[in-house]
């Protein structure tokens, strides 16, 4: 298994993506998450990434395209393949994304969109609880984690992202349309593009998704 996972700020990417990586023993790449370790470092690239995140904007292609190159040469869990989360967001790294895949007789079997509307958006992006150290999140009303703003797994106490608030989601969904949406396009001009109805509730967001992997839609 070797895909993309895209779609807007919200979209159910970070929801999904280890539901794939559990069922198909593949890495699941997120670049927000590996940016947002960066940031809990203090690292100089974490400090700079989160003045741009907590704008909405992006930070360069060429940073995040060495960053996805050395997971996918580095990483052992991805020797099966890769979910690539959040990654490409501009066309300039799809086109390196492929170079890369090129260079190595690889291609992508699938690059879903999780497909919104932004008005479904706000409620879910302002609800989100996330747990720091392994990514998982939760939601207050849609997916609330079983103790008051604890992990589940871990007893952890759960934060809110600082970028999950009204107004840095406004630019984090204009920069989605203007620099990401060009991405799907890309995509769909290969035919390994499918779209998903990503406003169901969670379990039938996966039965899309496995309808896909298994031949079926
Ligand atoms: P990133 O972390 O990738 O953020 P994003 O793309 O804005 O996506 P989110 O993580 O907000 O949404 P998601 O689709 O994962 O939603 P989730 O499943 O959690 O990037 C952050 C920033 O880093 C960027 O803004 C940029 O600055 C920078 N960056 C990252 N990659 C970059 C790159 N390649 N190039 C340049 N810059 C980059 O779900 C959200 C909430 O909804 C949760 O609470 C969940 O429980 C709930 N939910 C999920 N599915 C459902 C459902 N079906 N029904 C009801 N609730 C649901
Ligand atoms: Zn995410």
Not at 6 to 13: D, F, L, N, Q, R
Request: charged share 25%; proline share 6%; net charge neutral.
């Amino acid at each position: 298994m070797r895909m993309i996972l895209m779609g807007p700020p919200g979209a159910g990417k970070g929801t999904q993506a280890p539901k794939i990586k559990e069922k198909y023993c593949v890495c699941h790449l997120a670049t927000g998450d590996m940016l947002r370790e960066q940031v809990s470092k203090k690292t100089p690239l974490g400090r700079e990434a989160k003045k741009i995140m907590d704008a909405g904007g992006l930070v360069s292609d060429e940073i995040m395209i060495n960053m996805i190159k050395n997971q996918l040469e580095t990483n052992s869990e991805c020797s099966n393949g890769f979910i690539l989360d959040g990654f490409p967001r501009t066309v300039t790294q799809a086109q390196k994304l492929d170079e890369m895949l090129h260079s190595k007789q690889q291609n992508l079997l699938h690059a879903i969109e999780l497909q919104i509307p932004d008005s479904l958006l706000v409620a879910r992006i302002t609800g989100r609880l996330v747990h720091p150290a392994s990514g998982r999140s939760y939601h207050k009303i849609f997916n609330p984690p079983k103790q008051n703003m604890t992990d589940d797994v871990t007893g952890e106490p759960l934060i809110q992202r600082s970028d999950d608030n009204e107004a840095t989601l406004s630019k984090r969904l204009a920069t989605y349309h203007d620099q990401t949406s060009p991405v799907v396009g890309y995509y769909q001009k290969t035919g390994i593009w499918k779209g998903i109805d990503a406003s169901q509730e969670p379990g039938q967001v996966w039965r899309s998704l496995l309808g896909i992997f298994e031949g079926g839609a």
